[in-house]
């Protein structure tokens, strides 16, 4: 899985993709308090919305992800905006550090698809030091993501077992997550504001990258056009607006301190 993990999300322009969920960036590097002199590792980092923001508050950054086609699209972006990012391809669930060697570790809308989540926050609060922070950003289960993914696993069931990545943004699953190993969680719930010309553009800006690119390279066409079907039909009951597309789209932010 782990393995299909890191081929599916380098896949198509995901670049455009990470512009979409860039703002949601924010609120994590605000919850966390991020600022210069700090030590930020940034797991799952895609192409590094947190990261670069990160670095250019002044902290030390170090950024990770399973997909290497993510990471070397990351270095080329942070190396364009001029700032100073140490990457790598690492694991979550099995991350390549010291115990207690960062000030924040944060993830955005990336360890929640680690399939194993009590190993994965295990770790990110393993190499954080005590008194600091760990803090996700999740897509919530009533999120545009989180029915499209369910609309994807009903013509490609994910491996048996597995829990849903969308748990996470599940306000009581994450803070009994997050509580073996913080003495204080926060949770936040925020919004994305996501704006096309049209249903059509919307499906297509999605299909170009990660899982909906996979899903249309492998279904055969009769199949993916009842998928694609089926998401239009989301994106219709989702529409707020009179003329074009705008979704919302909810997540949480989630932070925790680590016990001192």
């Known amino acids: ?16 993709i990470a512009r979409l969920t860039d703002q949601a960036a924010v609120p994590l590097v605000d919850a966390c ?16 919305n947190v990261a ?30 001029g700032v100073d ?16 060697c960062f000030d924040c570790v944060t993830s955005v809308f990336g360890a929640m698809f680690a399939p194993r989540p ?19 950003s999740n897509w919530t289960p009533d999120s545009m993501i989180a029915r499209s993914f369910g609309i994807i696993g009903s013509f490609f069931p994910p491996p048996e077992g597995v829990p849903s990545p969308f748990e996470w943004g599940d306000e009581a699953t994450a803070r009994e ?25 919307g499906l297509e800006f999605f299909e170009n990258a990660g899982p909906q690119a996979a899903m249309k390279a492998n279904l055969d066409p009769d199949t993916y056009a009842q ?24 997540f949480l932010v989630v932070v925790g301190r680590k016990r001192g």
């Open 1 to 16: 899985m782990k393995s299909a993990q890191a081929t599916v999300w380098g896949l198509g322009d995901y670049p455009k």
């Open 33 to 48: 308090a991020i600022s210069a002199g700090q030590e930020v590792l940034d797991v799952a980092a895609g192409t590094g």
């Open 52 to 81: 670069i923001r990160a670095a250019n508050e002044g902290a030390a950054v170090t950024a990770t992800d399973l997909s290497p086609g993510l990471v070397d699209l990351g270095k080329a972006r942070s190396a364009e905006e």
């Open 85 to 100: 990012i140490d990457w790598s391809v690492a694991d979550v669930e099995d991350l390549p550090f010291e115990d207690a």
């Open 118 to 136: 009590a190993k994965a926050i295990e770790e990110m609060f393993r190499v954080v030091r005590p008194g600091n922070t760990v803090g996700m």
């Open 177 to 201: 997550r997050f509580e073996p190993h913080a003495g204080t969680v926060e949770i936040e719930r925020h919004r994305v504001d996501w704006r096309f010309g049209s249903r059509e553009e």
């Open 227 to 250: 998928m694609t079907a089926k998401q239009l039909e989301l994106i219709d009951e989702l529409n707020a607006a009179d003329e074009g597309v705008v979704i919302d789209s909810e």
